[in-house]
Protein backbone atom coordinates (compact mmCIF):
# COMPACT_ATOMS: atom_id res chain seq x y z
CA UNK A 1 0.00 0.00 0.00
CA UNK A 2 1.28 3.35 -0.76
CA UNK A 3 0.05 6.69 -1.72
CA UNK A 4 2.26 9.33 -3.98
CA UNK A 5 2.10 13.24 -3.58
CA UNK A 6 3.99 15.26 -5.77
CA UNK A 7 4.05 18.80 -4.15
CA UNK A 8 5.47 22.39 -5.41
CA UNK A 9 6.00 22.77 -1.69
CA UNK A 10 8.65 20.16 -1.04
CA UNK A 11 10.66 21.52 -4.75
CA UNK A 12 10.18 18.69 -6.61
CA UNK A 13 10.28 16.03 -4.41
CA UNK A 14 8.54 13.01 -4.22
CA UNK A 15 6.86 11.70 -1.10
CA UNK A 16 5.84 8.30 -0.36
CA UNK A 17 4.29 6.51 1.92
CA UNK A 18 4.48 3.22 2.74
CA UNK A 19 3.00 0.84 5.71
CA UNK A 20 5.36 -1.89 6.22
CA UNK A 21 3.86 -4.88 8.22
CA UNK A 22 6.92 -6.45 10.47
CA UNK A 23 8.12 -7.47 13.97
CA UNK A 24 11.03 -6.19 13.24
CA UNK A 25 11.62 -2.30 14.67
CA UNK A 26 12.58 0.89 11.91
CA UNK A 27 16.01 0.81 12.43
CA UNK A 28 16.25 -3.06 11.77
CA UNK A 29 14.37 -2.67 8.51
CA UNK A 30 16.24 0.58 7.47
CA UNK A 31 19.81 -1.17 7.86
CA UNK A 32 18.21 -4.44 5.25
CA UNK A 33 17.77 -2.05 2.59
CA UNK A 34 20.24 0.87 3.87
CA UNK A 35 22.51 0.47 -0.07
CA UNK A 36 19.65 0.47 -2.09
CA UNK A 37 18.59 3.69 -0.32
CA UNK A 38 22.34 5.28 -0.66
CA UNK A 39 22.52 3.97 -4.04
CA UNK A 40 19.36 6.11 -5.05
CA UNK A 41 19.52 8.81 -2.77
CA UNK A 42 16.44 7.79 -0.90
CA UNK A 43 15.55 9.87 2.35
CA UNK A 44 13.80 7.35 4.59
CA UNK A 45 11.96 8.31 7.87
CA UNK A 46 9.66 7.05 10.57
CA UNK A 47 6.45 8.51 9.52
CA UNK A 48 3.28 7.86 12.03
CA UNK A 49 0.56 10.81 10.60
CA UNK A 50 -0.88 8.45 8.30
CA UNK A 51 -1.36 8.71 4.62
CA UNK A 52 -2.87 11.69 4.40
CA UNK A 53 -0.37 13.78 6.20
CA UNK A 54 2.67 13.97 4.27
CA UNK A 55 4.03 17.43 4.90
CA UNK A 56 5.47 16.72 8.24
CA UNK A 57 8.40 18.24 10.21
CA UNK A 58 10.08 17.26 13.75
CA UNK A 59 10.45 20.57 15.74
CA UNK A 60 11.85 19.65 18.42
CA UNK A 61 12.10 16.82 20.71
CA UNK A 62 11.73 15.71 24.81
CA UNK A 63 14.57 15.25 27.53
CA UNK A 64 13.80 12.98 30.47
CA UNK A 65 11.82 10.58 27.96
CA UNK A 66 12.87 7.40 27.88
CA UNK A 67 11.36 5.73 24.82
CA UNK A 68 12.47 1.94 25.71
CA UNK A 69 10.28 2.26 29.73
CA UNK A 70 7.96 4.73 29.17
CA UNK A 71 4.34 4.66 27.16
CA UNK A 72 4.29 6.86 24.03
CA UNK A 73 0.61 7.58 24.32
CA UNK A 74 1.24 8.18 27.98
CA UNK A 75 3.48 10.68 27.39
CA UNK A 76 1.75 12.03 24.47
CA UNK A 77 -1.69 12.15 26.86
CA UNK A 78 0.04 13.53 29.51
CA UNK A 79 2.02 16.68 27.35
CA UNK A 80 -2.04 17.33 25.85
CA UNK A 81 -2.77 17.59 29.21
CA UNK A 82 -0.52 20.38 30.46
CA UNK A 83 -0.48 22.13 27.35
CA UNK A 84 -4.41 22.99 27.78
CA UNK A 85 -4.05 23.65 31.40
CA UNK A 86 -1.55 26.25 30.54
CA UNK A 87 -3.35 27.69 27.92
CA UNK A 88 -5.96 27.33 30.41
CA UNK A 89 -3.96 29.25 33.52
CA UNK A 90 -2.93 32.20 30.46
CA UNK A 91 -4.44 35.90 31.80
CA UNK A 92 -7.09 36.99 29.23
CA UNK A 93 -4.68 39.27 27.58
CA UNK A 94 -2.45 36.48 26.83
CA UNK A 95 -5.45 34.10 25.36
CA UNK A 96 -6.76 37.02 23.26
CA UNK A 97 -3.18 37.31 21.76
CA UNK A 98 -3.25 33.94 21.12
CA UNK A 99 -6.87 33.51 19.39
CA UNK A 100 -6.32 36.58 17.46
CA UNK A 101 -2.82 35.30 16.15
CA UNK A 102 -4.01 31.93 15.55
CA UNK A 103 -7.43 32.35 15.13
CA UNK A 104 -8.38 28.55 13.34
CA UNK A 105 -7.40 26.99 16.69
CA UNK A 106 -9.85 28.66 18.64
CA UNK A 107 -13.04 27.28 19.44
CA UNK A 108 -16.33 29.41 19.88
CA UNK A 109 -16.75 27.73 23.16
CA UNK A 110 -13.21 29.02 24.62
CA UNK A 111 -11.39 26.17 23.69
CA UNK A 112 -8.05 26.47 22.18
CA UNK A 113 -6.82 23.07 19.82
CA UNK A 114 -3.71 21.84 21.00
CA UNK A 115 -2.56 20.51 17.09
CA UNK A 116 -2.57 16.63 16.75
CA UNK A 117 1.58 15.06 16.94
CA UNK A 118 3.22 11.92 17.38
CA UNK A 119 6.17 10.78 19.16
CA UNK A 120 8.75 8.79 17.41
CA UNK A 121 11.66 7.13 19.24
CA UNK A 122 14.52 8.78 18.02
CA UNK A 123 18.66 9.27 17.67
CA UNK A 124 19.65 12.99 18.69
CA UNK A 125 23.13 13.86 17.82
CA UNK A 126 25.57 16.16 18.20
CA UNK A 127 29.06 17.47 17.90
CA UNK A 128 30.84 18.53 20.63
CA UNK A 129 34.78 19.45 20.44
CA UNK A 130 35.78 16.00 22.15
CA UNK A 131 33.58 14.41 19.48
CA UNK A 132 30.06 13.61 18.24
CA UNK A 133 27.81 12.71 20.78
CA UNK A 134 24.17 10.63 20.79
CA UNK A 135 21.39 9.50 23.15
CA UNK A 136 17.94 8.73 22.31
CA UNK A 137 14.32 10.41 23.26
CA UNK A 138 11.21 11.12 21.96
CA UNK A 139 11.22 13.15 18.85
CA UNK A 140 7.73 15.17 17.74
CA UNK A 141 6.19 14.85 14.22
CA UNK A 142 3.92 17.27 13.09
CA UNK A 143 2.22 18.44 9.94
CA UNK A 144 3.85 21.14 9.00
CA UNK A 145 1.60 23.92 9.18
CA UNK A 146 1.19 23.09 12.91
CA UNK A 147 4.67 23.27 13.24
CA UNK A 148 5.00 26.89 14.97
CA UNK A 149 2.00 27.18 17.07
CA UNK A 150 3.33 23.94 18.11
CA UNK A 151 6.69 25.61 19.23
CA UNK A 152 4.82 28.29 20.99
CA UNK A 153 2.46 26.09 23.00
CA UNK A 154 5.40 24.10 24.01
CA UNK A 155 7.63 26.87 25.19
CA UNK A 156 4.59 28.25 27.64
CA UNK A 157 3.99 24.87 28.46
CA UNK A 158 7.86 23.98 29.84
CA UNK A 159 8.88 27.77 30.49
CA UNK A 160 9.36 27.45 34.33
CA UNK A 161 11.03 23.99 34.07
CA UNK A 162 14.29 23.44 35.29
CA UNK A 163 17.49 21.08 33.94
CA UNK A 164 16.25 18.56 36.49
CA UNK A 165 12.58 18.11 34.60
CA UNK A 166 11.06 17.21 30.86
CA UNK A 167 12.13 19.88 28.51
CA UNK A 168 11.40 20.39 25.42
CA UNK A 169 14.18 20.63 23.10
CA UNK A 170 13.01 22.80 19.81
CA UNK A 171 15.72 21.47 16.91
CA UNK A 172 16.70 25.24 16.26
CA UNK A 173 18.70 25.09 19.75
CA UNK A 174 21.49 23.75 17.62
CA UNK A 175 21.97 26.53 15.50
CA UNK A 176 21.58 28.71 18.03
CA UNK A 177 23.78 27.22 21.01
CA UNK A 178 27.39 26.54 20.51
CA UNK A 179 28.18 22.98 19.71
CA UNK A 180 29.59 21.88 23.06
CA UNK A 181 26.30 23.57 24.96
CA UNK A 182 24.16 21.84 22.97
CA UNK A 183 25.81 18.55 23.13
CA UNK A 184 25.90 18.78 26.72
CA UNK A 185 22.05 19.00 26.80
CA UNK A 186 22.26 15.64 24.76
CA UNK A 187 24.91 14.28 27.22
CA UNK A 188 22.36 15.39 29.81
CA UNK A 189 19.93 12.85 28.41
CA UNK A 190 22.44 10.26 28.22
CA UNK A 191 22.79 10.11 31.68
CA UNK A 192 19.40 10.39 31.86
CA UNK A 193 19.01 7.34 30.28
CA UNK A 194 21.15 5.28 32.26
CA UNK A 195 19.44 6.44 35.34
CA UNK A 196 16.45 4.92 34.09
CA UNK A 197 18.00 1.67 32.76
CA UNK A 198 19.28 0.80 36.15
CA UNK A 199 16.38 1.64 37.79
CA UNK A 200 13.55 1.08 35.50
CA UNK A 201 10.57 0.20 37.52
CA UNK A 202 11.70 2.98 40.13
CA UNK A 203 11.55 5.65 37.08
CA UNK A 204 8.31 4.23 35.93
CA UNK A 205 6.63 4.27 39.13
CA UNK A 206 7.62 8.17 39.92
CA UNK A 207 7.04 9.27 36.62
CA UNK A 208 3.10 8.03 37.22
CA UNK A 209 3.11 10.14 39.78
CA UNK A 210 5.08 13.05 39.14
CA UNK A 211 3.58 16.10 37.11
CA UNK A 212 6.17 17.66 34.13
CA UNK A 213 6.16 21.18 35.14
CA UNK A 214 5.17 23.55 32.61
CA UNK A 215 10.13 23.93 29.67
CA UNK A 216 12.29 25.90 27.44
Keep these: MFNTTVSDQCQGQILVVVEIRSVKTFYALKQLIWQWLSKYNVFMKQHTLGFNQVH ?3 PGWFSHTNPTYHSKERTKDDIFYWAT ?30 PEFQLVHCTIAGKSSSGKVETEA ?21 ESATSNDKLFIPF ?10 YSSIIQQQSIYL ?6 PSLELATGVCSRMHPAW
Design 56 to 58: ICS
Design 85 to 114: ETFNNLSHYEQKEMTEEFPSYHHEDGRFEI
Design 138 to 158: YEVQIECHHGKIFKIIMELTF
Design 172 to 181: ALKCELSSDK
Design 194 to 199: ETTVTF
